[in-house]
């Protein structure tokens, strides 16, 4: 990507080039809020940022001059709070909240228990609005002792107490996942042997897919059978002989 770049002056007088974004997002790659919330503030009000890039080690420097709006992305943007002020007065924002409950399968060590964070968001939509706090309950993780019901009984829990505080859920799914994760190609894999051996043990050595000329045959034998005992009954309560 191309970013836009101006000439800045840094604090010791040296003039450098900085990606001037419009909009930023803090952050994708750590959870700023929760953990460098004050050195990310110090950076804005100074009006600009160093970082390195991760893969090369190439001092990088960010500056704020055009932006316009910040995306804070975090699973406990608690100390953001004494924050808000300053942001009030200065800048567009919203916050993506990720909540989720994996307290008791001890998925997610290093975040506040469940109670402390919906506290947390409760108190953040009172203070700026629920509109500017977005729900994200991700990923969803499914284990031999978490199936789907369970799952959605915990997104439903978490959604009972945070429904007057948000007008927005993300839960997040992804074109060509099997491609991109390893768990999700597994996931997809045993999905589709799982699948062709129901489809096996119904109708017999068939694939399921339209392309495959054994399935085409069968639904051309089978389905309008099919159709017509379906609405047979019915067709003599219409048209009485």
């Keep these: 990507m191309n970013w836009n770049k101006i000439e800045i002056k840094t604090e010791n007088g040296e003039k450098v080039f900085a990606q001037a974004p419009v ?3 803090a952050s994708r790659a750590t959870d700023i809020p929760a953990f460098y919330s004050d050195w990310f503030f110090e950076c804005l009000e100074k009006g600009y940022l160093k970082w390195k890039n ?9 500056s704020f001059k055009n932006t316009r709006l910040i995306v ?4 406990n943007p608690k100390p953001v709070i004494k ?28 975040v506040p228990k469940l109670e402390k964070r919906i506290e947390t968001f409760i108190e953040l939509s009172e203070k700026i609005g ?29 959604g009972n107490q945070l429904k007057n505080y948000t007008k927005k859920i993300n839960i997040i799914s992804e074109h060509k996942a099997d491609l991109n994760y390893i768990s ?17 043990s119904l109708i017999g050595n068939l694939s399921g897919y339209p392309s495959d000329p054994k399935t085409i045959e069968y639904l051309k034998k089978y389905l309008l059978i099919s159709v017509i005992i379906l609405y047979l009954p019915l067709m003599g309560k219409m048209y009485p002989m």
């Excluded at 991760?54 to 960010?62: C, E, K, M, S, T």
């Excluded at 804070?72 to 699973?75: A, G, P, R």
């Excluded at 894999?189 to 051996?197: F, H, N, Q």
């Design 130 to 158: 629920r509109e500017k706090v977005i729900w994200r309950f991700d990923p969803l993780f499914m284990t031999n002792e978490l199936g789907v019901d369970e799952l959605l009984k915990k997104v439903e829990n978490i």
């Design 72 to 75: 804070f992305w975090s699973k």
């Design 184 to 200: 999700v190609g597994c996931a997809s894999i045993l999905a589709k042997v799982t699948r062709d051996r129901m489809i096996t």
């Design 83 to 110: 924050h808000l002020d300053y942001l009030k007065k200065n800048i567009n924002y919203y916050f993506q909240f990720t909540l989720n409950d994996y307290d008791k399968e001890n998925l997610e060590r290093n």
């Design 23 to 25: 909009i930023v997002s």
């Design 54 to 62: 991760p893969f090369n080690g190439v001092p990088l420097y960010v």
